[in-house]
């Protein structure tokens, strides 16, 4: 399996903020990365697709980048709604298509 | 529109049977792949595996294969995973979800997440 770790585990920031979220693959997945934001309660939601895609209806503020092993989820000006957990995910090689541990953001 | 509903709470006993469900509608049930994510209480995501509706193509993750069952009835366009013989350490909300069938693969709908509780 490809072992996903995400850095930090948990961050706190302040509105307006610009967070940055790494994720690293422990082999190369080319850009085969997606980004998750999980509400407290709620089912994940898709935020980036093939790591630096943003899906359709997703603020601008949210940008992915990276390829290979390494990659980064950054939200340009953080706003209240945007706590939550992020979770980072390659498909490269499936099964399975494994999750990273995930990333907490706190204000 | 595209819309994932998954079965109601579920409260069983060790070694008990279980089949929860994820009704899907607002597109063509056999064109997508439907996955299934366990999420322990308190912890993160984990990806357990995925069906083909159109072929009945199953993929499980080595953690979960043996473990669960995951199947798909096209007349319904309902997804399903089961246990025969459940756990405590099943405990946990499980979640479905909508992959496209293309080169870049993501969960792009989930369904609202089934809370399984196992205990005696």
């Known amino acids: 399996d490809i072992q996903m770790t995400q850095s930090p585990s948990s961050l706190s920031a302040s509105v307006g903020d610009r967070v940055t979220i790494t994720c690293r693959a422990s082999q190369s997945i080319s850009n085969s990365l997606n980004w998750y934001q999980q509400k407290l309660g709620k089912a994940p939601k898709l935020l980036i697709y093939a790591a630096s895609n943003l899906q359709s209806g997703v603020p601008s503020r949210f940008s992915g980048s990276g390829s290979g092993t390494d990659f980064t989820l950054t939200i340009s000006s953080l706003q209240p709604e945007d706590f939550a957990t992020y979770y980072c995910?390659?498909?490269?090689?499936?099964?399975?298509?494994?999750f990273g541990q995930g990333t907490r953001v706190e204000f | 529109e595209v819309q994932l509903v998954q079965s109601g709470t579920e409260v069983k006993k060790p070694g008990g049977s279980l089949k929860i469900s994820c009704k899907t509608s607002?597109?063509?049930?056999?064109?997508?792949?439907i996955g299934w994510v366990r999420q322990m209480p308190g912890k993160g995501l984990e990806w357990m595996g995925i069906?083909?509706?159109?072929?009945?193509?199953?993929r499980y993750s080595p953690s979960f294969k043996g473990q669960v069952t995951i199947s798909a009835d096209k007349s319904t366009t309902t997804a399903y995973l089961q246990w025969n013989n459940l756990k405590a350490s099943d405990t946990a909300m499980y979640y479905c979800?909508?992959?496209?069938?293309?080169?870049?693969?993501?969960?792009?709908?989930w369904g609202q997440g089934t809370l399984v509780t196992v205990s005696a």
């Open positions: 995910q390659q498909y490269y090689i499936s099964p399975p298509e494994s």
């Open positions: 607002g597109y063509i049930f056999t064109t997508y792949w």
């Open positions: 069906i083909y509706p159109g072929d009945s193509d199953t």
């Open positions: 979800a909508r992959q496209a069938l293309r080169r870049d693969r993501f969960f792009d709908y």
